[in-house]
């Protein structure tokens, strides 16, 4: 069996650009020589491992994570699972994933975020989880409410949750956010509109799963994420050189 | 095993935020939501090497340090091992050679504690001087950028390392090398990243 070697060029024509001047706060932010491209050795294609030990069961469940016992933060009550897979459509396994979002009414949990909408004492805003054998991950929370933003003035961020990845290895480390179909605000956002392919843009958008709905209870929304996957080293010499 | 020809494509990248704190460092931004904060503890207490610690910040193109950064560190251990079932051999128990720091809401700074790593395997089969592999994300970041920490008294490897040798502007390899002093009888690295204009660091399409 051969091992796997590298990872794929990553496809930056579907990745925003780091200098994307119609969201501002890029154009101070992003460099403007080449990136220089490296062949893939230990440092990137090795990448943290992590294990039940990093985290609690109830990491992933943000109605209960935060609240006060006996009570639940308000908005609608979703569910948010797909599944972690690599380009090459196999699942990535026992890999960390971490979400962070505003409550129903577009406020964070954060001492920065100064948006009129209040707080929510049952709602931290947080959650981690390790994907399962088959790549697949599972969060409860509420529905994020959209929010203003400076940038042109009166800009809004579409409800979204923000999703951190690591995959095995660093290169494959990887920070998106889904947005929900059906949002309007999706075509109108300057982040969003960073990304130049709009089947990217489909591509992070969560899909209402109906059937996945708990009857009487909790919505449930689709979304995968996909890492970049590994060439097969196939009459290649191996990293450490033989 | 045959390769599967039915590719999908990556997800695309979407900034980090201005809030990135909430969700992957709570703790040091404040906010106790969990039992146990991921990446504060990189090397762990059985880790043989110099016990270092590195230091800078991350400026904008304006010059002005930018606070509400995340960095990623991964690392070897002393040996040149990652932690990882590809890293090259066994680490001490408790080794992670991960971990993640914040740049200070007032001041900018970020550091870390951890071990000097060894050299590591290249690509080619020639070792790679030892260097510290980061990761930053913030608002205005569209997707993570990835760079180097080599250390500055490590010339002659510096010199023979194959990555540093890629970079075509020899006086741009210098923005990847950390500088070393002592404090309180500690190696200290100091290290700052220029996200873009004087002297911008160099970052990498890994």
Redesign the interface.
Known sequence: ??APGEFYQ???D?????F?PG?K?????????A????????????????GHG???PG?NDLLS??AKPGESPIGERIILHGRV?D????PVPKT?V???QANAGGR??????TYLAPIDPNF???G?TLTDDDGAYFFRTVKPGVYPWRNFGNNWRPAHI?I?VFG?G??Q?????CYFEGDPFIALCP??Q??P?P???V??TAKLDHKATIPLDTVAYKF??????R??TLFENR???N | MAQSRLYIKESASQTAGPYVHIGLAPGAAGFDIYRRELGWDIAGPNARGERIRVEGRVLDGMGAATKDVLLEVWQANADGHYAHPEGGGPVEDGFRGWGRVITDFDTGAWGFDTVKPGPTPGRDGRLQAPHLNLWLVARGINIGLNTRLYFDDEAERNTADPVLNLIEWEDRRSTLIATRTMRDGTPLYHFDIRLQGDRETVFFDI
């Open positions: 069996m051969n990553r496809d930056r579907l990745h925003p650009p780091a994307a969201y706060s890029s154009v101070t932010r992003s460099p403007r020589c990136l220089l491209s490296l062949q893939g050795s230990a440092s990137e294609i090795t990448g943290p491992v992590f990093d985290l609690d990491d994570n935060y897979l380009e090459n459509q196999r960390m971490e979400v962070w964070y949990r954060h001492k920065k975020d931290g805003g947080c981690r923000h951190s095995s660093f290169a480390r990887l920070i998106t956010q982040i969003v960073t990304i392919d089947e990217a843009i591509q992070l995968d994420v996909v890492l970049r996957g060439r097969s990293l450490e050189g």
